[in-house]
């Protein structure tokens, strides 16, 4: 169980992907990688667990890239975390992906699931 | 180097990192779960701490200037932390960059001397050559003066001409007389070289018209070294030969043609083609554009064949156009020399890339583990790669640094070698940039290339294998490429020790030549007489006498005669003859022609063979005699004696030309030590009366001691008889002889220089490749101790490992000498290219010094202790 949903993150390490979601969790607030982590897992219902392998660099190449900004911040529990946050230029880059993903996936429908074909064969 | 910023964000990576792991670990044991058990949890769904920091500092990007940073630091510490590899790459290199460099500079200032002159590609040398003998147009540049009025009138196809030819000039009046090599040059002579004065104005066709007032250029040298670098010295007067000349201008440094000319005298040539005597005139044209030389050959030819005849002569049908590049003419040989040079330059560079490859195989061998345990770590194929190169590059960095510097101090070095007053404008010779960008581009690419190779076996080997398997077995691999890199670097250093033998060889038995004279105490002393002030064969046959009649005299000697050109002097005059009785002599056979005063055979110690010497009464009123040499005699009468048969220097020969052959001497070596000894013919000075047979006169003195010690008296002799003449030369016959042989001394030194550096460095790799196997297997050699073998079968064991290096290196090296020597032959004097005694010398030297080499690893192998070796294996 744990290798198949190890072998699913892998999966997610498609670039773009992994940058969406990250984008996309932001959207609801600053985070630290932790955080970050934590609320992906949740949110696919335990399906996406992130390797911090992968988030990690990710949010690094995603900070050089402008889309997102990171600050020094006390946790709870008083301790340094790295938060980060979506900059306007992410916002923007989020809406791209987004449209880029929902085409993506309704083609991706269309051929799982084709229409039943007109006329005669 | 250190980026405070960089290490700061590393901190940072770290801490967040850290941070991250914290947090689940409190998470789940908020969740109830042990704490020992979360962190382990935790840390196994977080992975390797470092892998996720390199890959995230990768993922960062753009840092490639603190990633540089990060592998400069790195490799300065891997290379400190190997000190005897990276003195002795380092110095393999900065040796071989240094030295080829070096040498190349030398060699290609010495022997190319890249002609000075604007564009001197387009320069070419013009003559008429005879058809039927080889033409040497070093010696000969011939296009007498009627014939170079007529083409200078005729010829369209060169943007430029001009003519010249050399003089030897008397300055006077500017501290002690002293005699300058000069030249007489046409208007346009400068001006097809692209010279022009750096002062003053140059020759204009006014100055070339008889009766117009005497002008003189002087040379940067004269001008600096006579006249005090006089601003002012255009417009003065200077007195040469006796006559004013006021000086027009001044020439750049450095220029000094033809033939190291210090000052230039406008050429007046008298258009009248039935003089007797024809200057024969150095003619230099600058080519238009488009023009080849080959149309230059045939419009020069043409105007030949149109041109006036000569005293009857068919000189068109004799003489054929030539056209040489300036360069060529200037250059002997160089190109042959160039290249064996460049070879041996070739060769040693070579040989050290191949050692330094060689040790970066070796070390290659030895970080295969941390190579691998790098790549697991997962420093990726790019990283590893990255970090080897920088590694190599920071090694080759250093080692050009060292190697640019040798360079500097080597060119000094070798020029000091070098003979004086060979090399021109010696000081001027800088570093050869093309040679050193040459070597240090064939020692970076052989760094880099040699240098990957532990990155690349360890990225391409599946990781498990090679961290399970220990360096021994793994090493074995490219012990097969160190072996051949060996066995190159023995064949490459035998066919340069093969080059250097020979060329020593060749240089020992010319300090060896039968000379035809004893030269041991004599001295020789050597005056121009100016045709101003000697007018006349009689003024220069008092000048003669008086001479000798003090140098005979002096304290310390016990004889002394004059020649018009001693032996092994610069010059010499060639001559055909005539027979008497309708016999011609064998076609194009020409003798040394020399005049000598009484007493000349025995000063000079030339064996009289037959006949008698000559005497005071061999004087102008005497019948004509004449004495030739053994070549001359066995040639001519062969098997009948010589003496008393009739000979003539004129071509049409009348009755009173006859000259009666008096004796037969020994033939002496006339010219150059490496040139044959050659057939001459001597007349007495008093039965001559050309000026151009008596105004270069050497005297040569016969000391019983010292003949140095002889010197000043010999000075202050002609001071006594003509205060105002300057001597040309003076100096001892060994002297003259050392200087002769100073050029092939001086490339024997050089090669030598060379070979023995090659050595070294074959030395330092076969004792590399040997130490380095028997580290290899140290656990096979205590094994076999272990099992009772003694020293000597140890040490037998890696001396066999010698011999199966050196001897393929040997056979394939001599294979290689023989073909490469044969470039050496014509370099060569007296030795054949294939001499066996050199080859066997030679073969046996590399042989003892691999032995050697390989001596110290065997030591240290046949003490292995068999307990410890067992472990390190293991």
């Known amino acids: 169980m744990a290798k198949e949903q190890r072998g699913l993150s892998r999966i997610e390490l498609l670039q773009g992907t992994l940058d969406l979601i990250i984008l996309q969790t932001l959207r609801w607030g600053p985070r630290h990688g932790y955080g970050l982590a934590q609320m992906i897992r949740a949110n696919s219902r335990e399906a996406l667990q992130v390797d911090t392998g992968s988030l990690y660099p990710a949010l690094h190449r995603l900070e050089r890239s402008g889309a997102i900004a990171a600050d020094w911040e006390l946790s709870e529990n008083r301790q340094r975390v790295r938060v980060y946050r979506l900059t306007p230029a992410g916002r923007k880059q989020l809406a791209a992906e987004r449209s880029r993903w929902d085409q993506l996936s309704e083609a991706i429908a269309g051929i799982l699931a084709p229409p039943a074909p007109e006329g005669e064969a | 180097m250190t980026f405070p910023w960089s290490r700061r964000r590393d901190r940072e990576l770290d801490e967040e990192l850290r941070a991250h792991l914290r947090m689940a670990v409190e998470e789940r044991v908020a969740r109830g779960e042990r704490r020992e058990d979360a962190e382990l949890a935790a840390r196994r769904e977080f992975g390797n701490l470092g892998v996720v920091q390199e890959v995230t500092r990768e993922m960062r990007g753009g840092g490639w200037l603190e990633r540089l940073a990060q592998d400069v630091r790195y490799g300065v510490r891997t290379l400190r932390r190997s000190p005897a590899f990276t003195i002795v790459a380092g110095l393999t290199l900065a040796l071989g960059i240094g030295a080829t460099t070096a040498m190349f500079t030398v060699v290609h200032a010495v022997l190319l001397r890249p002609l000075p002159y604007p564009q001197a590609d387009r320069l070419v040398r013009l003559a008429y050559g005879p058809q039927t003998s080889a033409f040497d147009f070093i010696s000969a540049p011939a296009i007498a003066d009627h014939q170079w009025v007529e083409y200078r009138r005729r010829q369209r196809l060169l943007a430029r001409v001009g003519a010249s030819k050399t003089l030897l000039t008397t300055l006077t009046g500017a501290g002690d007389p002293v005699q300058l090599p000069g030249a007489a040059v046409t208007a346009g002579f400068l001006e097809t070289l692209g010279i022009r004065p750096t002062m003053g104005r140059a020759f204009s066709v006014d100055d070339e018209t008889p009766g117009a007032p005497p002008v003189v250029l002087l040379g940067d040298a004269l001008w600096r070294g006579r006249f005090g670098s006089n601003a002012r010295i255009v417009g003065s007067d200077v007195v040469l030969d006796g006559i004013r000349h006021i000086v027009i201008g001044v020439l750049p440094a450095g220029f000094s043609y033809p033939s190291d000319a210090q000052l230039w005298e406008p050429l007046v040539v008298k258009a009248s083609p039935n003089m007797s ?87 290659a061998t030895s970080r295969q583990r941390e190579m691998a345990v790098r790549a697991a770590l997962g420093a990726g194929r790019r990283r590893l790669m990255r970090q080897l190169v920088t590694e190599s590059a920071i090694l080759w960095l250093a080692s050009g640094a060292i190697g640019a510097v040798l360079a500097v101090a080597g060119v000094r070095a070798l020029l000091a070698l070098a003979p004086p007053g060979r090399i021109p404008r010696q000081d001027e010779i800088g570093v050869d940039t093309t040679a050193l960008a040459f070597a240090l581009g064939v020692s970076l690419v052989t760094g880099v290339v040699f240098g990957l190779a532990p990155a690349l076996r360890a990225t391409r080997s599946p990781l498990r294998e090679s961290l399970a398997a220990s360096s021994r077995n793994l090493s074995t ?71 000798l009649e003090r140098l005979a005299h002096m304290p310390g000697a016990t004889s002394a005669a004059a020649v018009n050109y001693s032996p092994l ?49 061999d004087a102008a009123s005497a019948p004509g005699v004449v004495i030739v040499s053994k070549l001359v005699a066995d040639r001519i009468w062969p098997g009948e004696s010589a003496v008393g048969k009739r000979v003539s220097m004129r071509d049409r020969p009348g009755a009173g030309d006859w000259l009666t052959v008096i004796g037969v001497v020994d033939d002496v070596t006339q010219k150059r030590l490496d040139e044959n000894r050659e057939p001459a013919m001597y007349q007495p000075t008093l039965q001559t009366s050309q000026a151009f047979f008596l105004n270069h006169m050497s005297f040569v003195v016969r000391a019983t001691g010292d003949p140095r010690s002889l ?26 002889i050392l200087e002769t042989v100073a050029e092939p001394l001086f490339q024997a030194r050089l090669i030598g220089a060379f070979s023995v550096f090659a050595l070294l460095l074959a030395g330092i790799g076969i004792y590399g490749v040997i130490a380095y196997s028997v580290a290899e297997r140290t656990h096979e050699i205590g094994i076999r101790v272990a099992l009772g073998a003694g020293r000597g079968n140890v040490v037998r064991l890696v001396l066999w490992r010698i011999l199966i290096l050196v001897i393929p290196g040997l056979v394939i090296g001599v294979a290689g000498a023989l073909a490469a020597t044969r470039l050496l032959s014509t370099l060569l004097f007296a030795v054949k290219p294939n001499d066996p005694t050199t080859f066997a010398a030679v073969v046996l030297l590399l042989a003892c010094v691999a032995f050697v080499a390989g001596l110290l690893p065997a030591r240290r192998a046949s003490r292995v202790d068999p307990l410890v070796a067992l472990r390190v294996g293991g």
């Open chain 2, 277 to 363: 005597i024809s200057w024969l005139l150095t003619v230099v044209g600058r080519l238009g554009d488009g023009v080849t030389p080959a149309q230059v050959t045939a419009e020069l030819a043409s105007i030949a064949r149109a041109g006036p005849r000569r005293g009857g002569e068919a000189e068109r049908d004799t003489l054929v156009a030539r056209v040489v590049p300036l360069k060529d003419t200037i250059v002997k040989d160089a190109t042959l020399s160039l290249l064996v040079f460049a070879g041996a330059v070739g060769l040693v560079l070579l040989i050290s890339c191949a050692n330094v490859a060689n040790l970066l195989l070796m070390r």
């Open chain 2, 477 to 547: 691999r490219d012990g097969g490429v160190r072996g051949v890199l060996v066995v190159a670097e023995v064949a490459l250093a035998l066919i340069l020790l093969a080059g250097a033998g020979l060329m020593a060889q060749s240089f020992l038995r010319m300090r060896h030549v039968e000379l035809g004279f004893r030269p041991a105490g004599l001295v020789t002393m050597t005056v121009d007489l100016p045709a101003t002030t000697y007018r006349s064969a009689t003024a220069m046959h008092a000048f003669n006498q008086a001479m």
């Open chain 2, 569 to 617: 002097g610069t010059s010499l005059i060639r001559g055909d003859f005539q027979l008497e009785g309708g016999r011609k002599p064998p076609r194009d056979y020409v003798v040394a022609k020399l005049v000598v005063t009484p007493g000349y055979f025995p000063t000079m110690g030339i064996r009289l063979l037959a006949g008698r010497e000559f005497a005071a009464g």
């Open chain 2, 711 to 736: 010197i000043p008296a010999m000075r202050r002799a002609l001071k006594e008889v003509d205060a105002n003449q300057a001597i040309s030369s003076i100096r001892t016959m060994d002297d003259t």
